[in-house]
């Protein structure tokens, strides 16, 4: 499954840090997104919330790249369901 990702262009992230998450659980595997920093000023993708300056994610683009790998992932015979925004992948074959 990661050959499949990374064969796309994606990269898997170091536990905890931004960018493509691979989760092993009992289930199965979770897939997600973390959003990070992005430099330039031509792509917002945080903003700060009124109340005490919070980071934001912003939904539309992390949408945008769970969707993408859900796509990804089900062109490659994968199973994937939603799992609270990240997807999880469930097969007795499952082939990380």
Known sequence: MCRVLTGAGFDIAAPGAAGLDVRLRHEGVVVGWRLGEVAGPTVATQTRAEAGGTPVEHRGLRDAV???????????????????????????ALRL
Do not use: C, K, N, R
């Not at 769970?66 to 007795?92: C, F, M, N």
């Open 66 to 92: 769970t969707s993408a790998l859900s796509a990804i992932l089900e062109q490659a015979g994968y199973p994937v369901t939603d799992h609270g925004g990240d997807l999880l992948i469930t097969s007795g």
